[in-house]
């Protein structure tokens, strides 16, 4: 059973910081690439960052390059979303996918809120 679990989610003040993890059972985590979305309250899903496999290639949006960034450790089958300099307009909730040969597959979601 595929599964993938985000966690790390919460509350953080403008500036601060926030590490998320998706920990991926049930399939070879270190043969798919990885990525992370997030939708805000009211808006669409944004694609913000992925990586591949042996994790020599990354990418990020605009609106987080120099912000944040996404890891991954094979062994634990662990991907990683470190988020520093967090803005109100990061308050959304984060999604991971595990994307191969026409499979994907998506974690559950968690809140991410960013206020004062």
């Given at each position: 059973q595929v599964q993938l679990v985000e966690s790390g989610g919460?509350?953080?003040?403008?500036?601060?910081?926030l590490r998320?993890?998706?920990?991926?059972?049930?399939?070879?985590f270190s043969k798919y690439a990885m990525s992370w979305a997030r939708q805000a309250p009211g808006k669409g899903l944004e694609w913000i960052s992925?990586?591949?496999t042996s994790d020599t290639g990354t990418?990020?949006?605009?609106?987080?390059?120099?912000?944040?960034?996404?890891?991954?450790?094979n062994a634990r089958n662990t991907l990683y979303l470190q988020m520093n300099s967090l803005e109100p307009d990061d308050t959304a909730v984060y999604y991971c996918k595990a994307f191969a040969w026409g499979r994907e597959y998506w974690g559950q979601g968690t809140q991410v809120s960013v206020s004062s």
């Open positions: 919460g509350l953080a003040q403008p500036g601060g910081s998320l993890s998706c920990a991926a059972s049930g399939f070879s992925e990586i591949y990418y990020y949006a605009d609106s987080v390059k120099g912000r944040f960034t996404i890891s991954r450790d």
